[in-house]
């Protein structure tokens, strides 16, 4: 039986594990919600108007036409001139709401649905939108503080006019900003730099000496003598603080073997681990190992490259429909999927199983793998553009530009398997001759690289 100051440590301990394994998952949904900056900038606008009209008050105000600067009219001027900046502000704030739901509109129906948490992600619309409506709050806040027969706040009035003169330079920043970030290129590049990014932060370390293994041989595991931990609710898993799960295996002498990855959608009751001894699963431990994974909604880039990979196989196949029928985008998401599995080929991917200090097996756990990356890249966007031989012979070039960046002889039969698969892919539509004769160029050239590739 568990004593109460037990339980009590136990349900501390499990608290502090959540609130660690959220908190960089809550940063990453902050990142991607339209209120948060503008709620921080209304925050400091209002200490700052505040701040302005205690100083005001407190310092002698320079009298009419003394200041050539400062604002130097009177009361009722003052008024008219806050009025003024701050409905307008607030009025193209409406304007700016406007356009960047319109351009959402445009951008889910031309690019997919899971782009919009690119553009919602977006500082630059943050920081525009909190300017609007941080503007039209302070000339709120100033202009309470004037009143019949009151001295003017030169000060501040001078900063509302500042925030004008400001919310006009961000209005013409938003309207080139919103025609740019909307162009085909731009939305592509973005989502392959965040590809990119994803797998230096996943897989920081670049290929080296071969990781080395304890030198006796693990039992296999039965799972008949395992405890299943089951999953609470529906979802994706976002995340899992490994670091966590093989502290508490390596203090509680605890083996546990993950059945699912991030990225995988789970069903409440689903069988996600296995927790080896048996007679370790109780409530409390169970309760700290599902507080280092996230459950929800929708996937997350935080721990899936895969979902970044699949944002670009959506446009590219988006692309590649007869509706729409542009092969340059298509063309365009494939060099920049080349551009990650090429950096990713230079990546030490972790083993799944990890062992503490002294070498002992403590967590098996999936991992996404070169040829699963390799496979959600290419496989889909082969297949819609069987019939385009100029997107075929891109694939072709871009594969052989990974080839030559793969020394692992199994990278390179993966991406063998690939260039042959897109040969054969071309073959089955029968291009003419002209067209195989480009199509066996590019894939001779491919395969050299296959053959040929650079020591290091």
Not at 206 to 216: D, M, R, S, T, V
Not at 361 to 387: E, H, V, W, Y
Request: aromatic share 6%.
């Amino acid at each position: 039986m568990i004593s109460c100051p037990s339980l009590l440590f136990a349900r501390i301990e499990c608290f502090n594990d959540i609130m660690k394994v959220k908190l960089r998952n809550h940063l990453e949904k902050l990142r991607t919600s339209y209120w948060f900056v503008p709620s921080i900038m209304l925050v400091f606008i209002a200490v700052l108007a505040f701040s302005s009209i205690s100083y005001d008050k407190w310092k002698q105000a320079p009298q009419k036409d003394d200041s050539t600067f400062f604002y130097s009219g009177d009361s009722s001027s003052a008024q008219s001139l806050l009025s003024t900046v701050g409905g307008s502000a607030i009025t193209v704030a409406g304007v700016v709401f406007s356009i960047t739901i319109t351009a959402l509109t445009l951008a889910s129906s031309q690019f997919g649905p899971r782009l919009l948490r690119n553009f919602m992600r977006d500082r630059g619309n943050q920081i525009v939108l909190g300017t609007f409506v941080s503007t039209y709050l302070y000339c709120l806040l100033v202009q309470r503080s004037l009143g019949t027969g009151s001295a003017v706040p030169h000060l501040s009035v001078t900063i509302g006019v500042m925030l004008g003169v400001a919310s006009l330079c961000v209005l013409v920043y938003f309207i080139h900003h919103v025609a740019s970030s909307i162009q085909a290129s731009a939305v592509v590049a973005n989502v392959g730099k965040e590809l990119v990014e994803g797998i230096e932060s996943l897989f920081p370390d670049e290929l080296g000496e071969e990781i080395e293994h304890p030198a006796e041989d693990r039992k296999e595991l039965d799972p008949a003598q395992a405890h299943s931990i089951r999953a609470h609710k529906n979802g994706y898993l976002q995340a899992v603080d490994e670091d966590r799960l093989l502290t508490l295996a390596t203090k509680h002498d605890l083996i546990i073997h993950m059945n699912v990855r991030p990225g995988a959608f789970i069903t409440a009751c689903d069988e996600i681990a296995l927790l080896y001894p048996k007679q370790a699963g109780s409530d409390e431990r169970i309760e700290q190992i599902r507080a280092t994974m996230i459950i929800d909604s929708s996937r997350s880039a935080e721990q899936d490259i895969e979902y970044s990979i699949n944002q670009l196989v959506e446009i590219c196949l988006r692309a590649l429909s007869p509706s729409i029928n542009d092969p340059l985008t298509a063309i365009t998401c494939i060099d920049w999927l080349g551009a990650a599995i090429s950096r990713l080929a230079n990546r030490n991917i972790p083993d799944e199983e990890r062992y503490d200090e002294n070498k002992i097996l403590r967590i098996i756990s999936p991992r996404t793998t070169f040829g699963g990356a390799m496979d959600a890249s290419f496989n889909q966007p082969r297949q819609a553009g069987s019939k385009q031989i100029a997107v075929m012979i891109r694939m072709l070039e871009v594969l052989e530009t990974i080839a030559r960046q793969c020394t692992r002889p199994d990278l390179r039969q993966v991406v063998r398997h690939h260039i042959s698969a897109v040969w054969d892919q071309s073959m089955a539509e029968n291009p003419l001759d002209s067209d195989v004769a480009d199509l066996r160029l590019s894939r001779d050239e491919a395969l050299r690289s296959v053959d040929h590739f650079p020591a290091r």
